[in-house]
């Protein structure tokens, strides 16, 4: 079952949505998914999690930031990131548990969400984005120990937007409901290289079945 939609943020037009049913069976959760900066709800990255995931269980809802949708590099400021999030949660018909997050720039807005207190069933990041690229003393932490969803964040150990030893910092600072997980040899995109003895459909396969855990939990 697929379902695809127009939906309307205020200020703002529509932007398109995508509602896919898990491939495995059983749902157990609607994972309402954000994209990353330089991305939109096609994406190479973001079909590929999206396939990983419904394959564990996850029903996926892939949808549009304004500024995607207009073909436009330039992502809209964080505060329509939050309003076109909450605007697709509002539509998006759902049973059991709903799961907000996204891969790194849409995850750092469902973030803000989440330590706002936005009612759903927990936070799933995908290679937050904890400082820009080489400006590791910019962090983007201040909102994180608000949280008190669970959270499960995988990023790749060679993530350059996320120095794993900035995060490890971080971490005691967090509550219990954060789980970290860290993807040996990845990236920002979870691309492993040849010399790692990993491919990335096994990075793929380590976060639908690491996530899907973390919410049987």
Not at 21 to 43: E, K, L, R, Y
Not at 57 to 80: A, C, H, L, T
């Amino acid at each position: 079952m697929s379902k695809n939609w127009k939906i309307r943020v205020e200020g703002k037009g529509e932007v398109s949505a995508l509602h896919e049913a898990a491939t495995s069976g059983d749902t157990i959760a609607t994972f309402v998914c954000a994209h990353g900066a330089g991305g939109n709800m096609h994406d190479r990255g973001m079909q590929a999690v999206s396939k990983e995931l419904r394959a564990c269980g996850f029903d996926i809802v892939r949808f549009n930031f304004p500024y995607s949708e207009k073909k436009s590099g330039r992502p809209d400021p964080m505060p329509m990131l939050r309003a076109t999030i909450e605007a697709v949660m509002s539509e998006v018909e759902h049973t059991g548990r709903l799961i907000i997050g996204g891969r790194s720039m849409g995850g750092r807005a469902a973030s803000m969400l989440a330590a706002d207190h936005i009612q759903c069933d927990g936070l799933l990041l995908l290679a937050y984005p904890l400082h820009p690229a080489g400006k590791p003393d910019q962090l983007r932490d201040a909102h994180l120990p608000g949280i008190t969803m669970p959270v499960l964040c995988l990023n790749g150990t060679r993530d350059s937007l996320c120095r794993r030893d900035l995060m490890e910092q971080l971490l005691p600072r967090l509550g219990g409901n954060f789980e970290m997980h860290w993807l040996d040899g990845a990236d920002h995109s979870f691309h492993v290289l040849k010399s790692s003895g990993r491919t990335d459909a096994e990075v793929m396969s380590e976060i639908g079945q690491t996530a899907a855990a973390w919410v049987r939990r």
